[in-house]
């Protein structure tokens, strides 16, 4: 009624500590021109605005903001981890023991060599490897994509 414009100036003030006491408790007390008002929850409908590159879910009183940015480092970490999987499915397939050495060469993709020889002490734990050889040309090898490169690997069991 004559109040409305009131009752929405006062709700667009709200803060977080307002609106968690709304939804924990399913109504608030406002006042409006020194009047007392009891607002129902279902009286109010509670929206929020997304964070450009971060994503908000709430369930309840509780909300949580996640950070969707992909950083150089986070890009470079992903890219190691995606050869790993990658390796992981040759070994595999090619019959090898969990416990089989390897040796592997891969070729030089460009924009994705920095990744793999900032995580090439990770990669080689993981896969088995005691180095991580780049090369021009691997002759006999497979060709893998990770993200959006593509490059050629060989993968033997050393020994």
């Given at each position: 009624?004559?109040?409305?414009?009131?009752?929405?100036?006062?709700?667009?003030?709200?803060?977080?500590?307002?609106?968690?006491?709304?939804?924990?408790?399913?109504?608030?007390?406002l006042?409006?021109?020194?009047?007392?008002?009891?607002?129902?929850?279902?009286?109010?409908?509670?929206?929020?605005?997304d964070?450009?590159?971060?994503?908000?879910?709430?369930?309840?009183?509780?909300?949580?903001?996640?950070?969707?940015?992909?950083?150089?480092?986070?890009?470079?970490?992903?890219?190691?981890?995606?050869?790993?999987?990658?390796i992981?499915?040759?070994?595999?397939?090619?019959?090898?023991?969990?416990?089989?050495?390897?040796?592997?060469?891969?070729?030089?993709?460009?924009?994705?060599?920095d990744?793999?020889?900032?995580?090439?002490?990770y990669?080689?734990?993981?896969?088995?490897?005691?180095?991580?050889?780049?090369?021009?040309?691997?002759?006999?090898?497979?060709?893998?994509?990770?993200?959006?490169?593509?490059?050629?690997?060989?993968?033997?069991?050393?020994?």
């Open positions: 009624g004559p109040k409305m414009k009131a009752v929405s100036a006062a709700l667009a003030k709200f803060g977080q500590e307002e609106i968690a006491s709304l939804e924990k408790d399913g109504r608030i007390e006042q409006i021109d020194n009047e007392p008002l009891l607002l129902q929850i279902d009286e109010v409908e509670i929206s929020s605005e964070i450009p590159g971060w994503t908000v879910a709430s369930n309840g009183p509780l909300t949580v903001a996640l950070d969707l940015t992909i950083t150089p480092e986070l890009a470079a970490e992903g890219n190691a981890r995606e050869f790993v999987n990658r992981q499915k040759i070994r595999k397939d090619s019959g090898f023991e969990l416990t089989d050495r390897v040796e592997v060469t891969v070729s030089e993709a460009n924009g994705l060599k990744s793999l020889a900032k995580y090439k002490d990669i080689c734990a993981e896969i088995l490897a005691d180095e991580l050889v780049f090369a021009a040309e691997v002759k006999g090898g497979i060709s893998i994509d990770i993200n959006d490169f593509s490059l050629i690997v060989n993968v033997l069991k050393k020994g």
